[in-house]
């Protein structure tokens, strides 16, 4: 995960470049108004922070600890779940490590000291007195119980004698003594041993298993050549399968049961050994080890919702900031910005969806990182469903395998009768007046049908310059089944700069008040009407029928 840098001042901004070169994709977060250059722009430290926290992102603020500390108090209860956090000088002449020290906050600490010249507070005990922090293996190695790890290091300090067990060249870079006959035990292994009392064991991720064919069989053919083997799961750094199975359930299943990355490739392993179709390869070291075949890629098909960044769920987010490729239309992808200089931003026009989507497929069966953009949700009138169609017309294995998401975002209907009051309280229909797909008499059927069952109506891609007569024809239609006071919200820009709300009637809308950033919410003969205390109006549909 990558770390955020928030700032509160201009001034603070070459601290935090420093410290962006140090951490390549450390993502600067601006205060809005104060700082300008930041990748990101916030409004409000306290709930950026706790965003940014419950999200697991890693969290260095240049601004005095206290700050940190109270912003983020209601939430400090699992220590096993917190992110790295730290205070950092404005300045860049302090490194404080608050949070986050079985995440690794002392190693981070240590990273952005060197990069400002200077020595971090480490206050860890373990670290101070022995360069170690057991619970935070660096990466390549996994404690198998890391419960054990906070007694057996209080028993380290008070003078227990350890005793190391294997190959690990960053234990004997610690100031531990290694002393043959001592009580306590730190094994390194790849075996599937489990921990007795007074003991640690890290397992080395350096098995790579490759299987020759994949049948459903695989997750129980993995399990069996490692029992067979007496090899720890946790050790597994990766699973090789043909390109060819790359679409295979069983082979995402394998991966999952394992924990680990799943390959693509037809690798010959050498050195490894058998059980057919399973081999087994073992790296000497973890950290240098490099993966066979080509990676898994991940497509996400994101919805921004509206526009208002707050409206944007956390987890679409989080895709933003880590795709390497976002593929979009170009307003969309402004409003989804601003990116780093490492993430390539391909913008296109509106009209090419299906050229969007397989693009996007294939970045992704490459091993890419892929991200595609749109508004409001993705799955209403938008480009998850190019998504689907292009991977259902694909015969593709490696298309097939790729780490497929869809996360939902707000839709234009929602967000505007949320502003309006609850318009779509009730049985409502949604329909796209854009006849650039569907023939426009299956439009006017359906219209037809909606107005008869006295659905509300939320009408998307209600007009544009190409198609300026459709929705004139629409209201006709409308009119003769929906009394001329029928309440209309007309929803524009919603969660934009430019939103502007406007609740009236059947009778007086005009098509002239509507253009193509304009959702239209057609009331129901229940919708209904009261003034505001605010001002304006509130509108409603009520939930219960009058025959009832
Ligand atoms: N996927 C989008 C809809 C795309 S179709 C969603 O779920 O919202 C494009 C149409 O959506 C526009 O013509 C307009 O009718 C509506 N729309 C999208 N964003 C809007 C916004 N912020 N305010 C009002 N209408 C919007």
């Given amino acids: 995960m990558m770390a955020a840098i928030l700032i509160l001042g201009q001034g603070s901004l070459p601290t935090a470049h420093r410290l962006q070169t140090a951490l390549p994709g450390a993502v600067i977060y601006g205060l809005k108004g104060r700082v300008t250059g930041a990748d990101r722009v916030y409004d409000g430290f306290g709930e950026t922070l706790r965003e940014l926290y419950q999200r697991d992102v890693p969290i260095i603020a ?22 790295p956090v730290l205070a950092v000088a404005e300045d860049g002449s302090a490194v404080v490590p608050l949070l986050g020290g079985l995440r690794g906050v002392n190693d981070l600490a240590r990273r952005i000291g060197v990069a400002l010249g200077q020595a971090p507070a480490i206050t860890t005990t373990g670290e101070v007195r022995l360069s170690l922090t057991l619970e935070h293996p660096p990466s390549g190695y996994v404690l198998r119980n890391p419960a054990d790890g906070k007694a057996f290091m209080s028993d380290v300090l008070a ?5 190391v067990i ?68 946790q050790s597994v750094a990766c699973l090789l399968v043909p390109l060819a199975a790359a679409g295979q359930p069983a082979a995402h299943q394998a991966a999952a049961l394992l924990g680990c990355p799943l390959r693509f490739g037809d690798a010959d392993l050498p050195d490894a ?40 769920a956390p987890a679409v987010k989080d895709e933003l900031h880590r795709a390497g490729h976002l593929i979009g239309y170009d307003p969309y992808l402004q409003m989804a910005g ?3 200089p490492d993430q390539v931003v391909h913008g296109s026009d509106n009209r090419v969806e299906m050229d969007r989507a397989r693009h996007a497929l294939h970045l992704a069966a490459a091993g890419e990182r892929v991200v595609v953009v749109s508004s409001g949700d993705p799955g209403v009138f938008a480009m998850a469903t190019a998504v689907m169609e292009a991977l259902h017309a694909s015969d593709d294995p490696l298309w097939h395998g790729v780490d497929l998401v869809v ?23 949604t329909l796209s007046l854009s006849d650039n797909l569907k023939p426009w008499s299956v439009i006017l059927d359906r219209l037809t049908h909606a107005a008869q069952a006295d659905l509300v109506l939320a009408l998307y891609n209600p007009l544009s310059r190409a198609r300026p007569w459709q929705l004139g024809e629409a209201l006709e239609l409308l009119r003769r089944y929906r009394a001329p006071e029928t309440v209309v ?16 009637t059947l009778r007086e809308l005009h098509p002239q008040q509507v253009d193509m950033r304009t959702v239209v919410i057609i009331g129901s003969s229940l919708t209904r009407h009261f003034p505001r205390g605010a001002g304006g109006q509130w509108a409603y549909t009520p939930r219960w029928y009058p025959n009832q």
């Fill in 489 to 504: 919200v007309l929803g524009r820009d919603v969660g934009r700069p430019a939103e502007a709300m406007t609740i009236t």
């Fill in 273 to 312: 050994r058998h059980h057919d179709p399973i081999a087994i390869a073992q790296a000497q070291d973890p950290t240098t080890l490099s993966l066979p075949g080509l990676r898994q890629g991940r497509l996400a098909v994101i919805g921004l919702g509206p526009g208002a960044a707050d409206l944007m």
């Fill in 407 to 429: 996360l939902p975002g707000i839709s234009a209907a929602q967000a505007a009768a949320a502003r309006a009051g609850a318009p779509l309280g009730h049985d409502f229909c």
């Fill in 159 to 163: 003078g227990e004698t350890v005793r």
């Fill in 338 to 340: 601003p990116f780093r």
């Fill in 62 to 83: 240049l601004c005095a600890s206290g700050i940190i500390i109270r912003s983020l108090a209601p939430l400090l209860q699992n220590k096993r779940a917190e992110p």
């Fill in 166 to 233: 294997g190959q690990a060249p960053w234990l004997a870079a610690s100031r531990l003594v290694n002393d043959p006959n001592g009580r306590l035990i730190l094994r390194v292994t790849t075996e599937d041993h489990q921990p007795e009392v007074g003991e640690l064991v890290f397992h080395p991720r350096s098995l790579v298993l490759a299987a020759r064919e994949v049948s459903d069989d695989l997750p129980q053919q993995v399990q069996a050549a490692l029992a067979a083997e007496r090899l720890a799961v």
